[in-house]
């Protein structure tokens, strides 16, 4: 059974980033986290990690037709 939240060095290993660049997608709102517990430990929800990265899908798609390669 896999877990339903993901520290965010896991989240970073899954994205192959830094943890800082979690922690910061976090604080800026476009990665959806909770705070829990005592210390206020973050935690990435799985589904909420991959609707981010289908969201960067597509967000990267509608980039390069904006942005064509010319040669």
Known sequence: MTSRFLLLADVAA???VSDSQVYHLVRSGDLPAIKIGG???W???RA???EYIQRM???TAEWIQQNPLVE
């Open 57 to 59: 899908y597509t967000e």
């Open 48 to 50: 909420k990690l991959e």
């Open 39 to 41: 210390r206020g430990q």
């Open 43 to 45: 935690r990435v929800e």
């Open 14 to 16: 899954e994205l192959n």
